[in-house]
């Protein structure tokens, strides 16, 4: 097994969640996320020790552009038939926090399914915009694009998932004319799990250009669209946000003629409908089981 990545350009940035405005402020969030925090990094070890893997890869010369990668262990030349199918996944955090190593652990099923996993970070808010971190997310995808069979991976079989602001994140890369796909590869598939898809209610600068809803040109061959009903987080934020910006998602889908699926996952706080991504007994993960591994 690899336990780290390229270095070349320097240090990589840690997996620390001390200054994570969720661990700074705990009282004003319905989950634990620090809690979550300090056990992901728990079962990133326990991962680490069952599946080949590469960690702090570096996708592009900013320390925040990591992508961390596990896979079943063979490697193949580029168009081998039988490779596998490849999941790409970013991570929440409201664009400000959150690293790839907390969401490791969520190979560990897909990748017993016999999938590529890629965790995938980003640059973050304030030092950087959102616009850079889909612009990361793009560079991230081409990344994967090229390097897919080094790991195994079919890099014409990519499914982008997201949760919360990764969710945004790939519904921008998948859903929009931001970019035109990771060139050398093929996106078959998108997951946006409880992702915020009009920023103009957050009130974020350039919000139109940066909200995915608003600016739907294609889509991959399947798209699922998650969210609890009722999904609370921030204590001071109303459990219908998520709900709300998910059909909203879809119903910008349909209206574009484009294949959508919507799982509702239920009563769920936003810490579980990411976790649900990692159960093999929820409905979303069944949903997205279905598009990565191509059945309909």
Known sequence: MVESGSTQLG???PADATSFFTCQNPDAY???WSGFYREALVRRAEVCGRFPHE???RYGADPYQLADVFHPGTAV???TAGAAPVVVFFHGGR???GHPAFYDHFAAPWVEAGAVFVSCGYRLEPAHTIADAVDDAVAALAWVAAHAHR???DPHR???AGHSSGGHLAAMATLTDWSAGPPGGTVVGAVCLSAPVDLRVRGVADAERLSPALRITRAPAQVVVSFGDPEPNRKSDDGQFYVDQGQLLAKALGAAGLPVRTVSLGPADHLASA????DPDSPVFRAAHDVVFGRS
Do not use: K, N, Q, S
């Not at 976790?275 to 990692?278: G, I, R, T, V």
């Open 95 to 97: 664009w400000r926090e």
């Open 158 to 160: 990519i499914t982008v």
């Open 55 to 57: 960690l702090d890869v």
């Open 275 to 278: 976790e649900a991504f990692a």
């Open 77 to 79: 030349d580029p168009g």
């Open 11 to 13: 240090a990589v940035r």
């Open 151 to 153: 790991y195994g991976g």
């Open 30 to 32: 319905f989950p634990d």
